[in-house]
C-alpha cells in the first residue's frame, strides 16, 4: 500500500456543524427552558417542584449556549492531531487505536468513535465531539459526509502505522 504523503500542520479534513441541525437543536433546547419555566411562573406547583422547573429551565439554557459556542467550531485533522479551530486538542493522530462507525457503537449521530491508547481528561462540546477517558465521540449536528470523510482517513493513517 502506497504511504499516506500529508505535509505537516496540514489540514486533511474538516466537519463543520450543519446549520439546519444547529437551528433545530439549539431552537429545540430554547424552547424547553422557556416552556419549563413558564409553568414553574404561570402555574406554580409546590415550592419545592418549582424550584426544580426553574434549575431545568436555567440548565436547558445554559446547555443551549454552550451548544451554540460548541457548533460554531470547526473540527479540523492534520496529520499530528485531531483539533477544534479554538486550537484545543481532542485528540493526537499518534494516540489512536482503533475507530469504530458500526451501526450498534456507542457514538454521536453521523460521526464515529476513537478508542485512544492513553487516557485523556473529560471534555464536551455539546453538538461536536465529546472525549471520556480514552474514547472519543465526533459528530452529533454534523453533516455524515464530511464524518465519514474524517473516518476513512483516520482509519487509513492507523492501517498505515500497523506492522504487516
Known amino acids: ?3 499516506l504523503d500529508f505535509k505537516e500542520g496540514e489540514v ?13 437543536g439549539i431552537g429545540s433546547l430554547w424552547v424547553l427552558s422557556l416552556l419549563v419555566i413558564y ?17 431545568l429551565g436555567g440548565g ?20 499530528e492531531v485531531l483539533r ?10 499518534c494516540d489512536i487505536q482503533s ?10 449521530s453521523n460521526g464515529f468513535l476513537v478508542r485512544l491508547n ?6 464536551w462540546r455539546p453538538g461536536l465531539w465529546w472525549r471520556l477517558g480514552n474514547r472519543v465521540g465526533v459528530g452529533g449536528m454534523t453533516p455524515g459526509h464530511q464524518a465519514k470523510f474524517m473516518a476513512e482517513i483516520l482509519s487509513a493513517m492507523i492501517a498505515e502505522r500497523l506492522p504487516d
Do not use: C, H, N, Y
Open 12 to 24: 486533511i479534513a474538516t466537519i463543520t456543524a450543519s446549520p439546519g441541525r444547529r437551528i433545530l
Open 99 to 108: 475507530l469504530d462507525r458500526g451501526m450498534f457503537a456507542f457514538k454521536p
Open 60 to 79: 436547558s439554557i445554559w446547555i443551549a449556549e454552550k451548544m451554540r459556542r460548541a457548533t460554531a467550531l470547526t473540527l479540523e485533522l492534520t496529520p
Open 1 to 3: 500500500m502506497q504511504g
Open 39 to 55: 409553568v414553574g411562573i404561570v402555574r406554580p406547583p409546590e415550592i419545592g417542584w418549582q424550584m426544580f422547573l426553574f434549575a
Open 118 to 123: 492513553t487516557s485523556k481528561g473529560r471534555a
Open 84 to 93: 477544534d479551530s479554538s486550537g484545543e486538542i481532542v485528540a493526537r493522530t
